[in-house]
């Protein structure tokens, strides 16, 4: 306890000694003694017994040792995670909230072989990657490799996409391709964000309020409302302010704006949900969402050793260069740009309805997203852009639940999207895309011995319009095209022990065409990009050993693409798109978890990759290459150097380890976790080049220590992230030496009250 109360203290003072000296110093950094003493007192505090818990037998022990049985959805059936021939990493609420999960970017270190960063330039835009395969285009003409569910609905923009997790039931990320139950462009995988539904039997409420470093101020307010014996209503808000992390200090006709802050958070958000139950067998499930945002973008800064205070949280002009009024906005360099600003405003109605017919579970999920983006953004240079998206999802699930050895899922899907960008990056273009796509899909279990064989099966067919112009040139493409494909999986699991599963799985992908966003030379004016197809084999164990108490999943997996898609320069076309012809990822993914008393719990997530093309053409080379200008290449483009070049945003290893402790006390308990996290440095662009497009990240260290009493009427905890302060960037431009910062360290105290 008393370990428990010094760490405590030693955060708070290392706090306030930060906060007094922010202001005259930005590169302030934990000092090494302060880090290591925190943390040798946090390992410390793991092994001093808690007198004041009560004695249990040895069978209650070993009960509440055990791990929770963790049900996931990711085959479109409730199963226990430890028997889902799937790659699967589940989150419940509670997870969330202790491994600081906040919002999907905070997923980073919580599942293997994930890459998370906020789109280059933009506020709330979803750059993921899985397994080493992601999308970091943003704009309406490239869709998402991994897939983000909202309680089922596939949102089909990466801008606004990056969801606070608030009020969450549980967050489930499947790797891999998911094309049989969950189709187009889930290539990489799936991130599904499940609600907490309503409870029809009970009023209370919470209230949660989080202040912190930089100003930061949140507040949430959740009401759980019964209306009847069937039917509940659950609604929340949320508020999330915090200034920003950069400063601007430009010169010459705009040193007047030197000292302003960049990169404030401004959130405004509300989720109401409607239950109701028509009898035993059949429910409807309505939720609306809203999210006003108005955070800045993540401003470009001039990686350090390259700008004028080697700082990469201010942002000044480089070299002798001088602000000019007198320049067009859509020029202005690093430095001398000033109008940051984003507003992203979002809403999603879903309905949900489901019910049972004899044997038969039948489901209705219909779901509307629309999403208006205005951004004022730097991306190499000055970028302008402004969206307006709606889409329509329309779903219909039947799933049998016999006695006997064989059951099935079935179902046919719609989707429809209508986006409209208009920008300025160097010149003016206008986009518009709409998309049609319907599919029906199959996958039945068939158990026999000890043995699951699962196979599925879907048709997916799909129309894109494409009406784009380039405004000054008046070079246009107007082009429909059509997408055609059937992908299928097969699984054999064997049930070795009644806690050791083991499978080997054969699926298929495919991700949809598209175009390119860009039109800088008459011979690479939004120029089309061919579908992706993908072959993935996978063999993984699911195990729990030492009566419960450790449990662990591994799967190694392969994964071979034909024309993966490919943003980047590409000499004599600028920037644009394009396929490879073949290329080849591999690797290995552990999670496990330890209960090493009933009071300490160890646990590990490590992903590695073995990324490489394969197969292409010296056209390709020269894009991957950009002119040869990779390390290497020595300005000769090369289908051999090319195929050196490491995949971006695909570090070959990447490991988190976390220890939490439980300490008992009469009146309440104490929690308390650390987790410590590396990953091997990679590159943000395809070139490999230039070297501010290097991402290298120190170890970085997340903690958090909760108090809460036995009555559960309240709850109050400290936490830091980031506690060594690194300075990073994930992503870059391929000119200048520009760099987006990733948060430093950032601190704060949670209040929640439950009435």
């Known amino acids: 306890i008393n370990n428990h109360y010094i760490l405590f203290t030693l955060l708070m003072n290392e706090f306030r000694q930060l906060e007094t000296s922010q202001g005259t110093n930005m590169q302030t950094r934990f000092k090494p003694t302060y880090l290591s003493t925190i943390v040798a007192m946090m390992l410390t505090s793991l092994s001093i017994p808690v007198y004041a818990q009560t004695a249990t037998s040895e069978e209650e022990a070993e009960d509440e040792s055990s791990f929770e049985i963790i049900n996931v959805t990711a085959q479109r059936r409730v199963q226990s995670i430890q028997e889902v021939p799937v790659s699967v990493t589940a989150l419940g609420a509670d997870s969330l909230e202790l491994k600081q999960v906040n919002n999907v970017l905070d997923l980073q270190y919580q599942v293997p072989n994930i890459s998370l960063a906020t789109n280059t330039g933009t506020a709330s835009g979803a750059r993921v990657f899985l397994r080493g395969v992601g999308e970091d285009e943003s704009r309406v003409s490239a869709d998402p490799a991994v897939g983000i569910y909202v309680d089922g609905v596939y949102v089909g923009r990466q801008v606004g996409a990056l969801f606070d997790l608030v009020d969450l039931e549980r967050v489930e990320v499947l790797r891999g391709p998911q094309g049989t139950l969950y189709g187009r462009n889930s290539n990489g995988g799936a991130i599904k964000l499940i609600s907490k539904a309503p409870d029809l039997n009970d009023n209370y409420g919470i209230a949660k309020v989080t202040v912190g470093s930089d100003g930061r101020l949140d507040g949430r307010l959740t009401g759980n409302f019964s209306l009847g014996k069937s039917t509940g209503l659950r609604a929340t808000f949320l508020t999330r302010s915090r200034d920003g992390f950069h400063t601007l200090n430009p010169n010459g006709d705009f040193a007047d704006r030197a000292g302003s802050e960049v990169g404030e958070q401004d959130t405004n958000a509300f989720r109401i949900g409607l239950l109701h139950e028509f009898n035993q067998d059949w429910t409807m499930n309505l939720a609306i969402d809203y999210t006003d945002d108005n955070s800045d973008p993540v401003p470009d800064s001039a990686q350090p050793g390259q700008d004028g205070d080697n700082d990469l949280f201010t942002i000044e002009p ?27 405003e979002t809403t999603g109605v879903t309905l949900n309805v489901q019910g049972a017919i004899g044997e038969y579970d039948l489901q209705f999920l219909s779901g509307y997203r629309s999403m208006e983006d205005d951004l004022a953004s730097r991306i190499g240079f000055p970028y302008f852009q402004q969206t307006d998206q709606d889409q329509f999802s329309q779903e219909i699930t039947l799933s049998s639940n016999y006695t006997g050895a064989f059951n099935f899922v079935t179902g046919i899907y719609y989707f429809t999207e209508d986006v409209q960008l208009d920008s300025i990056f160097v010149f003016p273009f206008e986009l518009g895309v709409e998309t049609d796509a319907a599919a029906i899909f199959f996958q039945s279990d068939y158990q026999f011995s000890d043995y699951t064989l699962t196979t599925g099966i879907r048709y997916t067919d799909e129309t894109k319009d494409l009406d784009a112009l380039a405004v000054v040139s008046g070079a246009e493409r107007v082009e429909s095209r059509d997408f055609s494909n059937t992908t299928y999986n097969i699984a054999l699991n064997r049930q070795f022990t009644e806690d050791v599963m083991g499978y080997v799985s054969y699926s298929t992908g495919f991700k949809s065409g598209g175009w390119s966003p860009d039109c800088f030379a008459p011979t690479a004016c939004f120029l089309p990009v061919d579908e992706e197809k993908l072959d993935a084999f996978e063999i993984g ?73 394969k197969s292409l053409t010296l056209d390709q080379a020269g894009g991957l290459t950009n002119n040869g200008s990779s390390p290497g290449c020595n300005g000769v483009v090369s289908i051999e150097c090319a195929k050196d070049l490491e995949l971006k945003n695909a570090p070959e290893y990447k490991a988190t380890l976390g220890i939490t402790h439980i300490a008992e006390l009469d009146g309440g308990e104490i929690t308390s976790r650390i987790d410590f996290s590396v990953e091997d440095d990679s590159w943000n662009l395809v070139a490999n080049a230039p070297d501010s497009a290097l991402t290298s990240v120190g170890t970085i260290v997340n903690a958090r220590i909760a108090y809460e009493p036995d009555s559960a009427e309240w709850m109050v905890a400290a936490w830091v992230r980031n506690l060594a302060d690194h300075e990073y960037a994930r992503a870059s431009t391929a000119n200048s030496f520009s760099q987006y910062a990733a948060e430093p360290l950032t601190w704060g105290v949670d209040l929640e009250y439950r009435f």
């Open 318 to 344: 480089l070299g002798d260069t001088v602000c000019s009024a007198q320049t067009p906005d859509n020029f202005q360099p690093m430095g001398c740009f000033f109008d940051y600003r984003s507003e992203v």
């Open 541 to 613: 164990i699911r195990s729990d050993w030492m009566d419960n108490r450790l449990r662990l999943n591994a799967t190694y997996f392969f994964n071979n693409y034909d024309d993966l898609q490919i943003a980047s320069t590409v000499p004599g076309l600028g920037f644009t798109r394009f396929n490879v012809d073949e290329t080849e990822i591999s690797g290995l993914e552990v999670e496990l978890s330890y209960a090493a008393t009933d009071n300490l719990f160890v646990d590990l997530t490590l992903g590695t990759l073995d990324a490489e093309y």
